[in-house]
Structure formats: structure tokens, C-alpha cells
């Protein structure tokens, strides 16, 4: 049986030095990660009182015209119940515009029949797959509405999101606003109440804390919306893989605002396995290296036209906190055990308990600001903190190195099946 006690009955025998340099992987990169950004969010949802919006304000809103677009492939399953969620919101919509992208179940023939019900305004069937950006940019070029809505088929909304979602639009330089993603299948198995974990930690509190700072940086193919005239300006999604998060850069370059609108909750379907979730996570991590480090990469170059100091700060930010965590803690391990060889494990042990406590403390603070879920939710996730720290913090670090190996090395982002060869290959990967 392990004795929990006996690393720090083993620690307390060393200087406070000693210690210091023992856990400067945690001191330097994890702490502020985890005490400036949730105290941030914990300090705003205890002292500041959210403004309520003026008559003026609601009545701007309400002259606006709503366009929600869902493209999606073999999704004759699922569209049925998104749009019984867009049928139940408190903000009358305007347009819905259904994509069927290629399918092969029935998925066609849904559309059609429940556009003849009256819950689809306009329902287009590609005849071959396209991808879900090219596809979207289909309903996006079809619809009216000076607010464009993007939906995926396998999310459901409460009943007031898209009329929490726009509120944010009020300010005329914002361009985009994303909302809180919450796992709605978090009981299939222990992979989806880690993702739920994961979820409230870096959806709902980290968005929280970069909205502070006006640094969000990608507005959610999942469920976001976008003012027309920001995408007329700069254009609509790319043709490849990481879309949401390429338009969002652009956005932010062409200097429009993304807003983070908290109140507004959507709810998806995550992996259910590990290796489903790892699958997904390496498209979504070499997309990043790829759009941050060759698509955008003259945010570094202060002689470019378009260099701006905030996009400088934000990939700053991103770099220490992101990119040097991850290359970093392989090169720890190493260190650690080289140095202190079978007091190694101890050690290591302490720093698990000590991601335990923070990961708590994270989990707590979630539940306090958003105030969302039920006790019933909240217990059936709290047991899978004990291992959450573990898999994020070793293995999901460590497909994420490999995930910016790959696309640093091989470019491995060309070769992604998330849009067909064809289509993928308009999309910029220079």
C-alpha cells in the first residue's frame, strides 16, 4: 500500500533551497498558469457586478437579423435534436440554413423533410463531401442575416444561449463571440469526465480570464457567432483543417474583438476513448503550430504591416505558458531523475498531490462562477480528479509534443482527412 506521507516526511528533511530547485518546473511555469488566471476570474465573479444591458442596447439587438448555419456530414442522427434546441431559444431566429455535406446515412432526406416542417429555412445537399469549412462557407454565402451563427449538428443549447450569445455584439468593434462548451456525454466512460474536467477548466474559467485581457484567440467551430460585416471584410473560413481558429487570427489581425459570452452554454459530445482523444487532439495541436508559426508567424516581426503588439503578447503568452511547458517537461523528467535518481519517484509523487490540490481548487472555483451543473454531475466527475492531474500533465503533454513535432518536421497538417485532399489543398500552408 503507498503512504502518501512518506514524500514529504522525505522533502521536509531538505533546506527550503533544495526544495525550490526540486519543483521549478511547477513553480515557474505551472503556478501562474493556475493561481493569476482562476484567482483573476474568482476576484472578477466575487467583486465586479455584470452590467445589465440598457433599453437602447436590447432594442439594438433585437432589430438584428440571426442567421444560424450547421454544416455537417452523416448527421441524420443528431440534427433532429439540434434543432429542437434552436426551436426552444428565447431570441426569435431568422434563417436557419442546414449544409448536408456529401452523407451517406439519410441525412438528406432529414433535412428536406423537416425544412417541409417549417424548422429549416433553406436546406442545400453537396453531392460529394467537401469538408465542414467549405461547407459552411456554402451556408454562410446563403444566408441574410447580419449576425451569421455557426453551429455543429451534434450540439444542443440551453434555452437562452443565442440570446446570450449576441449580447457582446453591442460593442461595435466586436467581430465574433464564442460561448462555454460543456461535455454532454461526460457518463459514457472515464475519458469523457476528464474531458469534462478539462472542459470547465479551460473553456469556462481560461476563456473567462483571456476575455479579461481581450486575448481570446479562437472563437469555436462548435458554436460561435460572427458579425457580417467582420467577414465580409475578412473572408470567410479556409478550406483546411483548424478553420475557427485561422478566421479568429484573422479577425484579431483585421483588429476586431472576439468576446467571450459566458452566459451562453452549448453543450457537444467529446471522445470517448483514448485513442479518439488523442486523434483529436493532435489535429487540433499541429493546427495550432501551423497557423500560429506559418500563417501568422510576422506577428513576430515588429517591421510587417501588420505587427501589432497585443497579437505579439498574445503569442507570447501562448509561447511560455503552451509551447514551453510542454517541450519543457520531458527535459525535467530527465533532470530529475538524473539528479536525484531514486528520490526521483517521491518527488514526482508530490508533485501529482500538488497538481491534485490545484486541479481541485480549479474544479471548485468552476463550479462557483459558472453555476450550472447539477450535484448529481458534479459527484460523478469529482472521483476522476484523483487521475485527471496524471493523464493531462504526462500523456496529454506528451501527445501534444509529438502533435508539434509532427507538424513542425513532417507538416502533418497536409495530410489531415478533416477536409478531402482536394479541397484541403486551397488552403494556405506555407
Known amino acids: 500500500m503507498i503512504d502518501l506521507a512518506a514524500p514529504f516526511v522525505m522533502l521536509g528533511n531538505f533546506e527550503w533551497l533544495a526544495l525550490l530547485s526540486m519543483f521549478?518546473?511547477?513553480?515557474?511555469?505551472?503556478?501562474?498558469?493556475?493561481?493569476?488566471?482562476?484567482?483573476?476570474?474568482?476576484?472578477?465573479?466575487?467583486?465586479?457586478?455584470?452590467?445589465?444591458?440598457?433599453?437602447?442596447?436590447?432594442?439594438?439587438?433585437?432589430?438584428?437579423?440571426?442567421?444560424?448555419?450547421?454544416?455537417?456530414?452523416?448527421?441524420?442522427?443528431?440534427?433532429?435534436?439540434?434543432?429542437?434546441?434552436?426551436?426552444?431559444?428565447?431570441?426569435?431566429?431568422?434563417?436557419?440554413?442546414?449544409?448536408?455535406?456529401?452523407?451517406?446515412?439519410?441525412?438528406?432526406?432529414?433535412?428536406?423533410?423537416?425544412?417541409?416542417q417549417g424548422l429549416i429555412t433553406t436546406a442545400i445537399s453537396n453531392q460529394v463531401r467537401c469538408g465542414k469549412p467549405a461547407s459552411t462557407n456554402l451556408g454562410i454565402g446563403a444566408s441574410t442575416g447580419d449576425i451569421v451563427i455557426n453551429l455543429d449538428a451534434d450540439c444542443s443549447l440551453d434555452r437562452d444561449a443565442i440570446e446570450k450569445l449576441i449580447e457582446p455584439f453591442v460593442e461595435g468593434h466586436v467581430g465574433a463571440t464564442c460561448s462555454p462548451i460543456a461535455v454532454r456525454n461526460h457518463d459514457s466512460s472515464a475519458v469523457t469526465r476528464w474531458q469534462a474536467i478539462e472542459y470547465l477548466q479551460s473553456i469556462c474559467l481560461g476563456k473567462r480570464a483571456l476575455d479579461m485581457l481581450g486575448l481570446v484567440v479562437c472563437a469555436s467551430g462548435a458554436f460561435s457567432a460572427f458579425r457580417r460585416e467582420a467577414l465580409d471584410q475578412v473572408g470567410m473560413l479556409s478550406a483546411g483543417s483548424g478553420e475557427d481558429f485561422e478566421l479568429t487570427m484573422r479577425l484579431r489581425r483585421a483588429g476586431w474583438r472576439i468576446a467571450f459570452a459566458d452566459q451562453s452554454w452549448c453543450f457537444t459530445d467529446v471522445p470517448e476513448t483514448v485513442a479518439a482523444l488523442t486523434r483529436q487532439r493532435r489535429r487540433w495541436d499541429r493546427d495550432t503550430i501551423r497557423i500560429r508559426f506559418r500563417l501568422f508567424r510576422s506577428v513576430f516581426n515588429p517591421f510587417a504591416r501588420s505587427f501589432s503588439p497585443i497579437e505579439t503578447g498574445e503569442q507570447i503568452e501562448w509561447c511560455v505558458l503552451n509551447l514551453l511547458t510542454t517541450a519543457a517537461f520531458p527535459i525535467y523528467l530527465v533532470w530529475l531523475f538524473y539528479i536525484y535518481a531514486g528520490a526521483a519517484l517521491p518527488i514526482l509523487l508530490s508533485v501529482a498531490l500538488v497538481y491534485l490540490v490545484l486541479d481541485t481548487i480549479g474544479f471548485g472555483i468552476a463550479l462557483f462562477v459558472t453555476r450550472r451543473f447539477c450535484a448529481a454531475t458534479i459527484w460523478s466527475l469529482v472521483p476522476y480528479l484523483l487521475t485527471f492531474g496524471l493523464i493531462y500533465a504526462v500523456l496529454m503533454r506528451c501527445v501534444r509534443l509529438y502533435a508539434y513535432l509532427e507538424e513542425w518536421v513532417w507538416f502533418a497538417s497536409r495530410n489531415d482527412p478533416y477536409s478531402p485532399r482536394r479541397v484541403a489543398a486551397q488552403a494556405q500552408f506555407s
Request: aromatic share 6%.
Open 24 to 116: 521549478w518546473f511547477m513553480i515557474v511555469l505551472e503556478l501562474p498558469r493556475y493561481t493569476l488566471a482562476f484567482g483573476a476570474v474568482l476576484a472578477r465573479a466575487l467583486f465586479v457586478r455584470e452590467r445589465k444591458l440598457t433599453a437602447a442596447e436590447r432594442a439594438y439587438l433585437d432589430s438584428l437579423k440571426l442567421s444560424v448555419v450547421i454544416a455537417g456530414h452523416n448527421e441524420a442522427h443528431a440534427i433532429g435534436k439540434c434543432l429542437r434546441s434552436l426551436g426552444e431559444q428565447t431570441r426569435r431566429i431568422d434563417e436557419i440554413i442546414v449544409v448536408d455535406d456529401g452523407s451517406t446515412d439519410d441525412m438528406r432526406d432529414v433535412i428536406n423533410e423537416l425544412r417541409r
